[in-house]
């Protein structure tokens, strides 16, 4: 299926208030239930996020549901069968079974253990995966690491290979690669270094945690006018050529087609 991007924007569950300010700011909305809503709080957020769907776009809101060995995930799952298109995102997913038990319901399946980044490509494959998506935070409680970034602000390795891991999965199994989230709201440099990366390694769409990160994942992730140009150029060029040809001092065939298409595709 396809999923709206590049901004997701996640929006704590047990928030109506917010919820149609986050829509309106992102691409699309996570409206939570997992980590942002405390156990206690837990009840009144389902209610509030089941009572707001219904004015809500739904091609752009998905709803984080808790994680499947949790003892709210199974009220989570009833009380939203009755959307059954509505996509779910799974937490701490580490089974293709956890997905596949979502079914109706497309799933983005967020890996944010070291179980759960080793299974991506079985996850990946579950017949309901409509995405893949790591998650930094929750990954590094679990390995027990300590830094999250080398002296030059990229990911410690042990990190940057889950961040590739779930991008080959994600893109090998058809579905849309999502890349996690900045805690640092104020850092607006790392997040526009790391939406960049993101945009130029393949990920389609990079989650939020506030409305401003938004503007600088929209920006990181739409091209420039010289990739634009040269996009529309080539693809022009290629209408009057041969499956090969040269375009500019470049070779051009299939696969460099297929990447202007892409191009003015995110434009």
Same mark, same amino acid.
């Given at each position: 299926?396809?999923?709206?991007? @590049?901004?997701?924007?996640?929006?704590?569950?047990?928030?109506?208030?917010?919820?149609?300010?986050?829509?309106?700011?992102?691409?699309?909305?996570?409206?939570?239930?997992?980590?942002?809503?405390? @156990?206690?709080?837990?009840?009144?957020?389902?209610?509030?996020?089941?009572?707001?769907? $219904?004015?809500? !776009?739904? $091609?752009?809101?998905?709803?984080?549901?808790? &994680?499947?060995?949790?003892?709210?995930?199974?009220?989570?799952?009833?009380?939203?069968?009755?959307? @059954?298109?509505?996509?779910?995102?799974?937490?701490?997913?580490?089974?293709?079974?956890?997905? &596949?038990?979502?079914?109706?319901? @497309?799933?983005?399946?967020?890996?944010?253990?070291?179980?759960?980044?080793?299974?991506?490509?079985?996850?990946?494959?579950?017949?309901?995966?409509?995405? +893949?998506?790591?998650?930094?935070?929750? +990954?590094?409680?679990?390995?027990? $690491?300590?830094?999250?970034?080398?002296?030059?602000?990229?990911?410690?390795?042990?990190?940057?290979?889950?961040?590739?891991?779930?991008?080959?999965?994600?893109? #090998?199994?058809?579905?849309?690669?999502? !890349?996690?989230? +900045?805690?640092?709201?104020?850092?607006?440099?790392?997040?526009?270094? !790391?939406?960049?990366?993101?945009?130029?390694?393949?990920?389609?769409?990079?989650?939020?945690?506030?409305?401003?990160?938004?503007?600088?994942?929209?920006?990181?992730?739409?091209?420039? &006018?010289?990739?634009?140009?040269?996009?529309?150029?080539?693809?022009?060029? &290629?209408?009057?050529?041969?499956?090969?040809?040269?375009?500019?001092?470049?070779?051009? !065939? #299939?696969?460099? +087609?297929?990447?202007?298409?892409?191009?003015?595709?995110?434009?």
């Amino acid at each position: 299926m396809s999923l709206p991007g @590049p901004a997701w924007l996640f929006c704590p569950g047990n928030r109506p208030d917010r919820f149609a300010k986050a829509a309106a700011a992102a691409d699309a909305v996570i409206l939570d239930l997992e980590d942002a809503v405390a @156990p206690e709080d837990k009840d009144t957020a389902r209610g509030a996020v089941l009572d707001a769907l $219904a004015g809500l !776009d739904p $091609a752009a809101v998905l709803v984080r549901v808790n &994680a499947a060995d949790t003892e709210w995930h199974a009220a989570d799952v009833a009380a939203l069968s009755a959307h @059954p298109d509505l996509v779910l995102m799974l937490p701490k997913a580490e089974r293709p079974e956890d997905v &596949a038990a979502l079914a109706p319901h @497309p799933v983005v399946a967020l890996c944010e253990t070291a179980r759960g980044v080793l299974a991506a490509p079985e996850i990946a494959g579950a017949a309901n995966c409509a995405g +893949l998506m790591w998650g930094s935070e929750d +990954l590094m409680a679990d390995l027990g $690491a300590r830094w999250r970034r080398n002296l030059d602000g990229g990911y410690q390795p042990v990190l940057e290979e889950a961040r590739v891991r779930i991008l080959y999965a994600a893109r #090998a199994a058809g579905i849309s690669p999502v !890349d996690t989230v +900045l805690i640092d709201i104020e850092d607006e440099r790392t997040l526009e270094a !790391d939406s960049i990366a993101a945009s130029g390694a393949g990920f389609f769409a990079k989650a939020c945690i506030h409305p401003r990160q938004v503007d600088v994942v929209r920006a990181a992730f739409c091209p420039n &006018a010289e990739e634009v140009e040269w996009a529309r150029a080539v693809l022009a060029a &290629a209408e009057g050529n041969d499956a090969v040809f040269r375009f500019r001092g470049r070779m051009v !065939d #299939a696969p460099v +087609l297929a990447h202007a298409r892409e191009i003015l595709r995110r434009a």
